[in-house]
T-cell receptor, first 112, second 112 residues
Framework: SQQGEEDPQALSIQEGENATMNCSYK?????LQWYRQNSGRGLVHLIL?????REKHSGRLRVTLDTSKKSSSLLITASRAADTASYFC????????????FGQGTELSVKP | NAGVTQTPKFQVLKTGQSMTLQCAQDMNHEYMSWYRQDPGMGLRLIHYSVGAGITDQGEVPNGYNVSRSTTEDFPLRLLSAAPSQTSVYFC???????????FGSGTRLTVV
């Protein structure tokens, strides 16, 4: 399988705290992407990091990628109740364009 | 722009019936994919396409057929529905390369 694990499976924090989610994968990748899914809704693309990038920022999101360890992390700073959702990483495998494989996700709960 | 449109939103089938889930995008995206999401699990790739006339199998292709005769449409056919195919189905599209995916709002399918 292309995809590995995400951890933690569930995370509960207070508003204003930072949330960190981790993702591991098994194969060489072209890029790694993070998505958010609110309950009962479709997925929303958050950020994409290419295999030759190590860190990327978008607003309160910071993504890191370590290709030697085949792992990535998503940091959400100063979390808000509205950040409550499931977060998924997905890998686009090298030389398999279009085959985007998802992890099982992290369920984040931000308490006001 | 409508983005990715999936129809129907809800469907109940009897075991053995066939049906087609429709997916259309108006963003001129080359890449399109079908996923299923079961409770407590991430998304699993069923079939994907990198352009009109080109399709390939994902992680869980058995029991499903696809075709891509136009850039805009990517229907998913269930040949003979089984209770194990009860799930939420998502269609997604991307311009390809290092582009993120846009997801539809999903089709909730129940097979009785």
């Amino acid at each position: 399988s292309q995809q590995g694990e995400e951890d933690p499976q569930a995370l509960s924090i207070q508003e204003g705290e930072n949330a960190t989610m981790n993702c591991s994968y098994k194969t060489s990748i072209n890029n790694l992407q993070w998505y958010r899914q609110n309950s009962g809704r479709g997925l929303v693309h958050l950020i994409l990091i290419r295999s030759n990038e190590r860190e990327k920022h978008s607003g309160r999101l910071r993504v890191t990628l370590d290709t030697s360890k085949k792992s990535s992390s998503l940091l959400i700073t100063a979390s808000r109740a509205a950040d409550t959702a499931s977060y998924f990483c997905a890998t686009d495998a090298w030389n398999q364009g279009g085959k985007l494989i998802f992890g099982q996700g992290t369920e984040l709960s931000v308490k006001p | 722009n409508a983005g990715v449109t999936q129809t129907p939103k809800f469907q109940v089938l009897k075991t053995g019936q066939s049906m087609t889930l429709q997916c259309a995008q108006d963003m001129n995206h080359e890449y399109m994919s079908w996923y299923r999401q079961d409770p407590g699990m991430g998304l699993r790739l069923i079939h994907y396409s990198v352009g009109a006339g080109i399709t390939d199998q994902g992680e869980v292709p058995n029991g499903y057929n696809v075709s891509r005769s136009t850039t805009e449409d990517f229907p998913l056919r269930l040949l003979s529905a089984a209770p194990s195919q009860t799930s939420v189905y998502f269609c997604a599209s991307s311009y390809g390369g290092n582009g993120g995916y846009t997801f539809g709002s999903g089709t909730r399918l129940t097979v009785v």
